[in-house]
T-cell receptor, first 115, second 116 residues
Framework: DAGVTQSPTHLIKTRGQQVTLRCSPKSGHDTVSWYQQALGQGPQFIFQYYEEEERQRGNFPDRFSGHQFPNYSSELNVNALLLGDSALYLC??????????????FGEGSRLTVL | AQSVTQLGSHVSVSEGALVLLRCNYSSSVPPYLFWYVQYPNQGLQLLLKYTSAATLVKGINGFEAEFKKSETSFHLTKPSAHMSDAAEYFCAVSRNYGGATNKLIFGTGTLLAVQP
């Protein structure tokens, strides 16, 4: 049973560029959440998708957008990249009820470096 | 607003010694509390969770945590450290919305080193 898979694992972009990160949830999961983990910090909630809609959003600007597809996979898009966007981006999946009890399953993340 | 504070960004113990990682929370409503572990170059893995049942929660790998409402604490302990316990540990809180979607708020993490 495959867990949460994310791609790419590492990428380097320059300021002003755009990036798309991808996530396939654990088999049977219907909810995807995205977190940003800056170096030396805890993960910070970006947003959550369920039934192809953004259900909840953290304190991130509109440059951060996402999408969920009918197969429950998800994308995170970041436009107009800033140096401060350099971080590990974590995708977590769950069943919608599991979100309430913290039963999140995390992928290994996509490490974004902005130069 | 909810938050968690982890005291001690770095903790070092000897192999076989007690592990104690501290977490204090702030929440205006009964919280759900969690400990996650992150090994190098990996995602986060759930160690244990408190969801308003028993106040002493047992998790994987011999870890446990006790919810103390009077102290607003949820400290993580393990009686005897293993070299394999070396990792970063995150305390997190979420709010019981009773069926609605939710999010986790993480602390800044504690890096545990285990010395031979």
């Amino acid at each position: 049973d495959a867990g949460v898979t994310q791609s790419p694992t590492h990428l380097i972009k320059t300021r002003g560029q755009q990036v798309t990160l991808r996530c396939s949830p654990k088999s049977g999961h219907d909810t995807v959440s995205w977190y940003q983990q800056a170096l030396g910090q805890g993960p910070q909630f970006i947003f959550q998708y369920y039934e192809e809609e953004e259900r909840q959003r953290g304190n991130f600007p509109d440059r951060f957008s996402g999408h969920q597809f009918p197969n429950y996979s998800s994308e995170l898009n970041v436009n107009a990249l800033l140096l401060g966007d350099s971080a590990l981006y974590l995708c977590a999946s769950s069943l919608v009820a599991g979100v309430n009890t913290g039963e999140l399953f995390f992928g290994e993340g996509s490490r974004l470096t902005v130069l | 607003a909810q938050s968690v504070t982890q005291l001690g960004s770095h903790v070092s113990v000897s192999e076989g010694a007690l592990v104690l990682l501290r977490c204090n929370y702030s929440s205006s409503v009964p919280p759900y509390l969690f400990w996650y572990v992150q090994y190098p170059n990996q995602g986060l893995q759930l160690l244990l969770k408190y969801t308003s049942a028993a106040t002493l929660v047992k998790g994987i790998n011999g870890f446990e945590a006790e919810f103390k409402k009077s102290e607003t604490s949820f400290h993580l302990t393990k009686p005897s450290a293993h070299m394999s316990d070396a990792a970063e540990y995150f305390c997190a809180v979420s709010r019981n919305y009773g069926g609605a979607t939710n999010k986790l708020i993480f602390g800044t993490g504690t890096l545990l080193a285990v010395q031979p």
